[in-house]
């Protein structure tokens, strides 16, 4: 089986560049940018399947390149390829002689571009990248990059189950003297459904970012209670969303937990569908899914939000 940590994207707008862009892209005055997010994942969709065709460099954001490649034919907005990272190795063979050769160690990521899904499944696999999030950062990146012209760029966040919050409570049984929530300006209905619709209206009315911070009485913790339907709300838009929870424990002066914070989901997939993937096997008619509808069935069947 291989796990895959899972990871949102939201597309978000550049409304006025800074003077680099402005320099590298002179016409970008020219370019509608709600024009551009109505149709952003068309947008991505040009881009990925051209990378199908053609790889694009891809490279995290201090510019350090990064080898990929997608090992199956693009199908209905989802992609499937690997990441590598890209290390020279010297042996020894048995007359005492050294060769350096490329080491392309590599893990699989799935891109589920879909309308309604904006998802990302990335392989945990220690001897290519030590964590999922520096594959995360090498796509945002690189989206970022191929998106600027049309004044676009993508962010990415790992979705942590909401138990992450409620196991934190237990650890502190003199609870908190402040939580302060942040939701970020998303462009996904299936998350943005599961919080209370004042939250979503609040969003819309500002067109922003949102935070909500919540501080008890001096010498006091605020009230949590998990039976209390917009608290859960909150926790719950939180956690998929992959937004960070911020909160201050009582009796440790200037200790402030991320709650999140390294934290994701993990979901697992057989391991022989992507060899399937790759030799282009199919399923006797009418006797179960091809490996790519298994794929597609894995992006699709989760949950919004998670509890474990």
Known sequence: MSGFAIYNYNFLRIIRPNEEYQLEFPDWVKVNVQESFENRQQLLEELLLADFEKPFPFENAR???YWHKQIVKPQDNVYVMRVANVTNVTITDEHLMSQKYADYRNCLVIIDNRPGIQRIAIERKSTAFSHTKTVANILEASFCKLLKSKLLKVELSAVYSSNVFWDMLKKYPNGFSKVTFHFPHLNLDRLTKVMD???KTAREDWDSDLDFTFGANEGGAVKIDPENSRQTALIAGASGAGAWIKMLPNGEKGKAILCGKNQ?????????????LVIG???IPGM?????????SFMKDMPDTFTH
């Open 288 to 296: 179960g899914q091809s490996a790519m509808d298994k794929v597609k």
């Open 281 to 283: 096997a199919q399923p």
């Open 63 to 65: 510019k350090k390149p």
């Open 264 to 276: 994701f989901v993990v979901r697992e997939l057989d391991s022989e569908v992507f060899n399937n």
């Open 197 to 199: 619709k004042y939250l």
